[in-house]
């Protein structure tokens, strides 16, 4: 018998936790033993390498890491499924490496030692922005990054400086890691079934660009930029710099043209234009 949890087993579980999957949590649960398998291998862990799942809901993807040897450190916040997780996995894979941790995952500061070095994760989509930037933030042992979005989400995410979808979360994700899109997932596999399409997205952590800037006065920059999307920077920063004439100055010390717009810039351009009023 597979460990893994198939479409009938999904809702018979659901039914007797009496669980019935919410918008608000934007709660769809993987029920397809192909795509959770697929997801793992596209994950490209390391063997044994300790996982971080948030929203682990019914508990699909936990199995199929579990069952691939990688121990899981999982956040749910539902009271639930939280409680139930645990009970899942002993009945499928008796002896198995988890940790399920009932949280909000944006508050989560902490993890048990040793940290999990890799978070695979189908992120609730009405979240999945903030949390994966909140995580990338609280814990910088993570190396790499898969996580299960909205296609149009995945989009943005991996965009590159000059596309069209190109925005606040292409740029602040770039900030920890290169972003690549690493597959599409059907509606089919999820029950209950979204009306949008998935797609995978992959994250390889990378040191954030040189600056005397900190991470927050570079972010305060790229939302002061796309605040107005199209106007020219030394308009879209005009309030954070004090005036357009002391916008013109910063981007002009930062080697970035005063006409250009903050969708052709790319995280490293925006930690100059930071630094360039540090100070100041």
Known sequence: MSALLGP??????????????????????????????????????????????????????????????????????????????????????????????????????????????????????????????????????????????????ADRLAAPPGSKVYGVPSVKASWYGKLSRAGAVGPAVFWPVPNVESGLVRLVRHEPPPTTATRAQVFTVIDAAFAQRRKMLRSALATWAGSSAAAESALVAAGVSPTARGETLDVAAFARVAASRVGS
Do not use: C, W
């Open 8 to 153: 009938a087993e999904i809702r018979a579980l659901a039914s007797e936790l009496g669980v019935r999957p919410t918008k608000t949590l934007g709660q769809n649960f993987l029920h397809d033993a192909n795509t959770i398998r697929r997801i793992v291998r596209t994950a490209e862990l390391t063997p044994g390498e300790r996982v971080l799942e948030v929203g682990p809901g019914l508990g699909s993807l936990t199995l199929g890491l579990l069952e691939a040897g990688h121990p899981v450190v999982a956040v749910e916040i539902d009271r639930v499924l939280a409680h139930a997780l645990p009970v899942t996995v002993q009945a499928r894979i008796p002896g198995a490496d988890l940790t399920v941790i009932e949280a909000d995952a944006m508050a989560v500061t902490a993890l048990p030692a040793p940290e999990p070095t890799a978070l695979v994760a189908n992120l609730p989509y009405n979240v999945a922005v903030p949390v994966l930037l909140h995580l990338l933030a609280a814990f910088p042992a993570l190396r790499t990054a898969l996580v299960l979005v909205q296609a149009e989400v």
